[in-house]
């Protein structure tokens, strides 16, 4: 909580504290959707862990310290009543994410919530944590078509030209989603052949192709290796035309990446391959 | 939207629908954070990229047909007040995560809401985006010591001994925060030394250390490789002392990963660093 040491806070219409008992992740990335809806610049500082009142009153003491020139506001999912209590004490506009949802939902379930610490991003199921990073360390040893090995375990093999996109989706896949996510180039040899790696034929159930404008392709390429015949739009439309030709013939679900975020690619990929 | 035919519901005490414009991701983690507080099973249907209204259509013909045993619970974070106007003549009881705080907030900030499609998930600010593109690259090149190459742009490099958790800490920071996070293993030979790697004592401002139970260690090696000197606890005991006194000869900070799932660890290495 020490941010505004460095930060100009006066830069920012608004001062945006998310207080959390755990990480503070989802609250933060929640909060910042909400204020996506509204024109105003803001500064966020997340502060994690305030799971009991001792850390809750040496917060709320530094809060009340700092001159905001506009009211701050807070966001907060903190669950246990005291810790909470002694938040709501700060000098800002509270947002309660929590608050304004469990009494209904006691309602509608007719259960007493637990207010127990909020757990999402603790270890929890130590079986689906491990799970998870095998699944990252599977993913890892299987970017670029760098193992052959256990290919047979992939939930998923991406292929797609060099630069679409697969790297960052399979380990988001992994990461987020705990799938097994290995990654294939299409190279100008598959193209030459006009066939697909011969390892990823008795894989074709598996494969989720990723292609990408051209024009797009040759600024990422220009990046990596400037003024090369790999990034020149010539031949970055020979790759595509030619890898989404591969894919067509071998009924390979396909996905542009051009304009969609990792996440995006990944949701739109889950929807795909779990219907 | 067809996990339902391969699921059996009524396993279930409830059915949880995630309806969004955007991925969804955010609000599937925000209300498992609220379910968490009752003590109910669930079966969560994330159901992305409903922005229009006959997506929304549709959406609410397919749920109202289905045969819920228990009324299914909808979440949504639908900005559009057309489309969550559908949304809401769906069966279930609705949670509109959204419409609780805008209100408030509109007041708070004199200012109207945008009702614009929850970007929280797209690319948004390109720069930011390739950023966040070119730390995932760098970690990836950065792993487990393989590179010395441009260490010097590293934002932090991870240290301790092998299956501490270098790896997934890495890749989330560089995922998750942008940043360029190297990781380098301490092996028995810099403890045969008494020294760190050479290579990283240019930079130990920049070191962060990770450290885990023997115990632990122990159980992780040996579901890599079972019964290897590598895994049994007598040496894990001894890599993680000299792993821990090397670090504190050089003032490294250092955090145990034992209890710790990766965006706990991240968030403690963002507080640690930026304090």
Chains 1, 2 share one sequence.
């Not at 051209?214 to 890898?243: F, T």
């Amino acid at each position: 909580m020490h941010t505004e040491l460095h930060t100009d806070l006066k830069k920012f219409d608004r001062v945006v504290y998310i207080v959390s008992d755990g990480t503070g992740i989802t609250a933060e990335k929640f909060s910042t959707s909400l204020l996506a809806q509204f024109d105003i610049t803001y500064h966020i500082i997340r502060i994690p862990f305030i799971d009991n009142m001792e850390k809750a009153n040496n917060l709320i003491d530094k809060i009340n310290c700092i001159n905001h020139h506009n009211k701050p506001i807070l966001f907060t999912t903190l669950v246990n009543q005291q810790v909470s209590n002694i938040v709501h004490k700060a000098n800002a506009f509270i947002v309660d994410l929590f608050q304004a949802f469990v009494q209904p939902l006691e309602q509608e379930l007719c259960l007493k919530s637990s207010h127990a610490i909020n757990r999402s991003h603790q270890i929890g199921n130590i079986e689906v944590y491990e799970k998870r990073i095998e699944a990252i360390n599977f993913s890892l040893g299987h970017d670029d078509g760098q193992s052959h090995a256990n290919l047979a375990q992939a939930d998923i093999i991406l292929v797609g030209v060099s630069r679409s996109g697969k790297t960052p989706t399979s380990l988001y896949l992994a990461m987020q989603h705990g799938l097994k996510a290995a990654n294939y180039p299409l190279i100008p040899e598959d193209f030459a052949r006009l066939e697909l790696p011969s390892i990823l034929l008795k894989y074709t159930n598996k494969l989720f192709g990723l292609t990408i404008e051209p024009n797009r392709l040759s600024d990422i390429r220009h990046e990596r290796k400037p003024n090369s015949i790999y990034a020149s739009l010539q031949n970055c439309r020979y790759e595509v035309l030619e890898a989404e030709k591969l894919m067509r013939r071998h009924n390979i679900e396909c996905l542009s990446t051009t304009h969609k975020s990792i996440e995006e690619i990944a949701t739109t990929i889950l929807q795909i391959i779990y219907i």
